[in-house]
């Protein structure tokens, strides 16, 4: 069945960039996308990728997305203490409309 | 403003008494759906409803109930919660051809 794995926690130094890794299995997914949850709070839509596309950049963030090794990453460029939270890789699934989710890869930054 | 919401935030309860999770858009939203958020799993869709009066279930529907009356509401039903649906509860809601899904706040609850 579907999956998608995330490793669960990475530790940076302000400054630094930020690679968060994601991989999933089902091919037929139009839609990737990254979710942020800070503590506490639900999940904001960070950014997202087409199927049909090898990279987005927007601002600090920079998805890559491999079909072939099904294998999508986000990129934090110059990460802030506020970029520390939990990051999710989703995919869309069928045409129900149903997100796939990773298990969340905790991003905790330092001063 | 678009918004989702979810009411109540936090709840405590009791084996077996049966509770409500309410959710609401004001975005005239087709599709919404019920996540649960645990330690671990992330996010993990229960049911969800692709317009009034289609409702289909998820990955995780046992122990769960439904109903999409109408259009901007769609409330989750515990008939009897048992401590194994303490989690955290979410809301998502998006148009027919939309990529992008809009999540609640999400509701905490605790089944002793």
């Known amino acids: 069945g579907e999956d998608v794995e995330q490793s669960l926690f990475l530790s940076v130094r302000e400054g630094d960039s930020s690679v968060i890794n994601c991989t999933y299995t089902?091919?037929?997914?139009?839609?990737l996308y990254w979710y942020k949850q800070e503590p506490g709070a639900g999940l904001q839509l960070l950014t997202y990728i087409f199927s049909n596309m090898d990279m987005k950049q927007d601002q600090r963030l920079t998805v890559l997305l491999n079909k072939k090794d099904k294998h999508l990453s986000l990129r934090i460029a110059d990460t802030q203490t506020g970029d520390s939270a939990i990051y999710f890789c989703a995919e869309s699934y069928g045409n129900t409309g149903k997100l796939i989710f990773g298990q969340g890869t905790t991003l905790q930054v330092k001063p | 403003e678009a918004q989702v919401t979810q009411n109540p935030r936090y709840l405590i309860t009791v084996t077996g008494k049966k509770l409500t999770v309410t959710c609401s858009q004001n975005?005239?939203?087709?599709?919404m759906s019920w996540y649960r958020q645990d330690p671990g799993l992330g996010l993990r869709q229960i049911y969800y409803s692709m317009n009034v009066e289609v409702t289909d279930k998820g990955d995780v529907p046992e122990g769960y109930k439904v109903s999409r009356k109408e259009k901007r509401n769609f409330p989750l039903i515990l008939e009897s919660p048992s401590p194994n649906q303490t989690s955290l509860y979410f809301c998502a809601t998006r148009t027919g051809d939309s990529y992008e899904q809009y999540f609640g706040p999400g509701t905490r609850l605790t089944v002793t």
């Open positions: 975005m005239n939203h087709e599709y």
């Open positions: 089902d091919s037929s997914s139009t839609y």
